[in-house]
T-cell receptor, first 114, second 114 residues
Framework: AQKVTQAQTEISVVEKEDVTLDCVYE???????LFWYKQPPSGELVFLIR??????QNEISGRYSWNFQKSTSSFNFTITASQVVDSAVYFC???????????FGQGTRLTINP | SAVISQKPSRDICQRGTSLTIQCQVD?????MFWYRQQPGQSLTLIAT?????????ESGFVIDKFPISRPNLTFSTLTVSNMSPEDSSIYLC???????????FGQGTRLTVV
């Protein structure tokens, strides 16, 4: 069975600090996708990134970066120079190759204080 | 990307009644999914809506409680039947468009049962 664990329930930092959100996953599949979504207070899910299991390259998009390590089954997300607008709940998710239905972690509530 | 419209965006319902949530996509998609997010919790897959056949339900969810229709490749409905306060949640529709794309989500329906 697939499982995603986000051990950090809540994180609170001061604006401009860097913050890393942890995600550890379990799957028996050799091919799979990993995702990160942002859920602001309005409730919608905003897609941030998809990574397939073949690609272990780290990715950077502006202030966001992702570190995928297959050896430790982790897909961590770092926000550099955090801003108040980054305050949201962040979900890590996993899907089978081609299945598109997702298994979500419990989410991490990130609060950026001015 | 896919544009997904969910209706209603929110509702307050009396216990014992039923609510039908609509999900409309701007183009044909193969896969449509319904998720539930209970207050302060993560997202849990309710079922996969299959076009032309019965929905496929996940463990813990049954058709009598959550009947689903999918009359074509751009539309689906989820009904929450005989509601109780425990059904108060955000219900989200999701679609996938091929195995190489991210899953797209509607803005969600915030349901409160009183």
């Amino acid at each position: 069975a697939q499982k995603v664990t986000q051990a950090q329930t809540e994180i609170s930092v001061v604006e401009k600090e860097d913050v890393t959100l942890d995600c550890v996953y379990e799957t028996r599949d050799t091919t799979y996708y990993l995702f990160w979504y942002k859920q602001p207070p309005s409730g919608e899910l905003v897609f941030l990134i998809r990574r397939n299991s073949f690609d272990e390259q780290n990715e950077i998009s502006g202030r966001y970066s992702w570190n995928f390590q297959k050896s430790t089954s982790s897909f961590n997300f770092t926000i550099t120079a955090s801003q108040v607008v980054d305050s949201a709940v962040y979900f890590c998710a996993l899907s089978e190759w081609g299945a598109q239905k997702l298994v979500f972690g419990q989410g991490t509530r990130l609060t950026i204080n001015p | 990307s896919a544009v997904i419209s969910q209706k209603p965006s929110r509702d307050i319902c009396q216990r014992g009644t039923s609510l039908t949530i609509q999900c409309q996509v701007d183009s044909q998609v193969t896969m449509m999914f319904w998720y539930r997010q209970q207050p302060g919790q993560s997202l849990t897959l309710i079922a996969t809506a299959n076009q032309g056949s019965e929905a496929t339900y996940e463990s813990g969810f049954v058709i009598d409680k959550f009947p689903i229709s999918r009359p074509n490749l751009t539309f689906s409905t989820l009904t929450v039947s005989n509601m109780s306060p425990e059904d108060s949640s955000i219900y989200l529709c999701s679609v996938g468009r091929g195995q190489y794309t991210e899953a797209f989500f509607g803005q969600g329906t915030r349901l409160t049962v009183v």
